[in-house]
């Protein structure tokens, strides 16, 4: 049996549902949600967001760790607690550059590479417009190659239109995400 699999049954019975009540709730058929439960399907993301959510736990440990009865008495939080005593790390690595805690929705980003560090906490100084603008011209350069010295023969493009084609191209794939998530 699959991490989520367990996981599922866990939680349904925390909450002290039949297999049958769970599968109306999440608007699913029966025997979907059965073989989601034996592990013999995946369920699709947005059902497995509202079972994390069902379970108050996140995402991340929903799908990574076995949980059991004692960890759903206390619900995942958003903040940091203030005494990082009681912390355990439940998933991710220094290789990964991220570390999950058990108790805590959402994972953190880690370096040990001193200069990953050095433009993190540059990045974290800077005011939000700065950010939002650093962000925009991080995306573009990653969806467009690395900037290179032009050649003779190689035609420029103008940023602004390399853009409105990456907006184009994304406002298509939004419609089809929408359409598919509607259906499902």
Avoid: C
Wanted: proline fraction near 3%; charge should be positive.
């Amino acid at each position: 049996m699959t991490i989520l699999a367990q996981n599922l049954k866990t939680i349904r019975k925390n909450l002290g549902h039949t297999q049958m009540a769970l599968s109306e709730v999440l608007d699913i058929g029966f025997r979907t949600y059965v073989r989601y439960e034996a592990g013999e399907r995946d369920a699709p993301i947005a059902l497995m967001v509202k079972l994390a959510k069902l379970g108050n736990i996140s995402l991340d440990r929903l799908l990574t760790t076995e949980v059991d009865t004692e960890d759903l008495k206390v619900p995942d939080v958003q903040k940091i607690p203030a005494s990082a005593k009681n912390l355990e790390v439940i998933g991710g690595s220094l290789d990964e550059g991220r570390l999950m805690f058990k108790g805590l929705k959402s994972d953190f980003l880690i370096s040990a590479d001193s200069s990953e560090k050095k433009l993190l906490t540059q990045f974290r100084k800077m005011d939000k417009t700065k950010r939002d603008k650093y962000l925009v011209s991080m995306e573009w350069m990653l969806s467009n190659g690395k900037p290179t010295v032009p050649s003779g023969k190689k035609k420029k493009v103008a940023k602004n239109v390399v853009k409105a084609k990456n907006a184009a191209r994304l406002k298509k794939m939004t419609k089809a995400i929408k359409k598919i998530t509607l259906k499902g």
